[in-house]
């Protein structure tokens, strides 16, 4: 079955500092992968996607993707935290349900909380 | 694009009451969905509108009724709910095969 695990419930880092949130996917065939910001009182924000082609993939706000099929993962990285980053960040994979509908399978999120 | 609206922000009702949530888009998405969320909790599916018609439902209760009177309106009726349905509801929407992009939802408080 497919799944999304994010391995680290809570991450805390100073402004400034490098960030890098873990995500790993089992899927059987290619996975399309998204990771979603949500700050507190708000909907989910597309931060960046992942179809095909190149592994590095980079989005909104100063976030970048790394797509490793051998590792399975597709970790979120960002070399300078603000402290408006502080949110909940989810991974996700579209998967295909029964009647070849598509619906996402969630991570269960890391919260980020960054130190002035 | 433009964004997904989601109305009423808030919403305070009791378990006899009968209200509607609603969901409007005018990005051409012709898939929809609602989402329930609980706090620090990853969305929960409830159901996906495809071309106006109801292609998944997630096991939802049925004090929960879904409605897509066309392709921009999304309703989600409401009615006996219980203190549990609490949450924050969130409309999403899409293209086939693009990414889904949310409302800022609707916080539901079930007295």
């Known amino acids: 079955a497919q799944s999304v695990t994010q391995p680290d419930i809570h991450i805390t880092v100073s402004e400034g500092a490098s960030l890098e949130l873990r995500c790993n996917y089992s899927?059987?065939?290619?996975?399309?992968l998204f990771w979603y910001v949500q700050s507190p009182g708000q909907g989910l924000q597309l931060l960046l996607k992942?179809?095909?082609?190149d592994t590095l993939v980079q989005g909104i706000k100063g976030f970048e993707a790394e797509f490793k099929r051998s590792q399975s993962s597709f970790n979120l990285r960002k070399p300078s935290v603000h402290w408006s980053d502080a949110a909940e960040y989810f991974c996700?994979?579209?998967?295909?349900?029964?009647?070849?509908?598509?619906?996402?399978?969630w991570g269960l999120g890391t919260s980020l909380a960054v130190n002035p | 694009d433009t964004e997904v609206t989601q109305t009423p922000k808030h919403l305070v009702m009791g378990m006899t009451n009968k209200k509607s949530l609603k969901c409007e888009q005018h990005?051409?998405?012709?898939?929809m969905y609602w989402y329930k969320q609980k706090a620090k909790k990853p969305p929960e599916l409830m159901f996906v509108?495809?071309?106006?018609?109801?292609?998944i439902n997630e096991s939802v209760p049925s004090r929960f009724s879904p409605e897509c009177p066309n392709s921009s309106l999304l309703n989600l009726h409401l009615h006996a709910l219980q203190p549990e349905d609490s949450a924050l509801y969130l409309c999403?929407?899409?293209?086939?095969?693009?990414?889904?992009?949310f409302g800022d939802g609707t916080r539901l408080s079930i007295l």
């Open positions: 992942y179809f095909s082609g």
């Open positions: 990005m051409g998405h012709r898939a």
């Open positions: 899927y059987g065939a290619t996975p399309y």
């Open positions: 999403a929407s899409s293209r086939p095969g693009e990414p889904q992009h």
């Open positions: 509108y495809s071309y106006e018609k109801l292609s």
């Open positions: 996700a994979v579209v998967a295909l349900g029964a009647g070849n509908n598509r619906k996402l399978i």
